[in-house]
């Protein structure tokens, strides 16, 4: 049993470069999201889907853009990385979105961007 | 915005037990979370409460407080592998989770 799978483990990135981190679970989840980790914050909400097909903005959208073709599937693009964006990324899934649905997280991707 | 408060840093003697406290403000209440979280490791869930009291979850148990916007997760028999951080969740009025910054506990031999 996968649940959820994250790549690259870790990525070194010069700024001003593209790159996209992917996140896939296997457990026909209907929602998925994108946080950050930073030492002191927590875990802040980058973007949110509620279903595929369905995107939406979490707390700390800007520089990030995503995407959700279909269930499984929920890339996190940075269209011009710049330092700020060094950080720990984790994809979490949970069913559904009522209170009681709990968030599944996947194994993290650790970005550094120079 | 939520505001979410937990202790930065709490150390236990192993077999101890250690309480850590949450206090919230956020829009609404749909439930609050408990995820513990190992070092470079993705956080795992723990326990959930939506409504007043005590929750008991094997040496873990939960406790919540709506009316005073207040939980506190607890851990008795303390073990080395419970040094981590445990992390506090509130889901608001839109269903989505905001986190405390977490609570690093260190339990010592």
């Known amino acids: 049993i996968a649940g959820i799978t994250q790549a690259p483990t870790s990525q070194i990135l010069a700024a001003g470069r593209r790159m996209t981190l992917r996140c896939t679970q296997d457990m026909r989840h209907n929602a998925m999201y994108w946080y950050r980790q930073d030492l002191g914050l927590g875990l802040r909400l980058i973007h949110y889907s509620n279903t595929a097909g369905t995107t939406g903005k979490g707390e700390v959208p800007d520089g990030y853009s995503v995407s959700r073709a279909n269930t499984d599937d929920f890339p996190l693009t940075l269209a011009s990385a710049v330092p700020s964006q060094t950080s720990v990324y984790f994809c979490a899934s949970s069913s559904g979105t009522s209170g009681s649905d709990t968030q599944y997280f996947g194994p993290g991707t650790r970005l550094t961007v120079l | 915005g939520q505001n979410i408060d937990q202790p930065t840093e709490m150390t236990a003697t192993e077999g101890a037990i250690v309480q850590i406290n949450c206090t919230y403000q956020?829009?609404?209440?749909?439930?609050l979370f408990w995820y513990q979280q190992h070092a470079g490791e993705a956080p795992t869930f723990l326990s959930y409460n939506v409504l007043d009291g005590l929750e008991e979850k094997g040496r873990f148990s939960s406790f919540l407080s709506r009316s005073k916007g207040y939980s506190y997760l607890l851990l008795k028999e303390l073990q080395m592998k419970d040094s981590a951080s445990y992390l506090c969740a509130v889901k608001s009025n839109d269903y989505k989770l905001s986190f405390g910054a977490g609570t690093t506990v260190t339990v010592r031999a």
């Open positions: 956020t829009s609404g209440f749909n439930g």
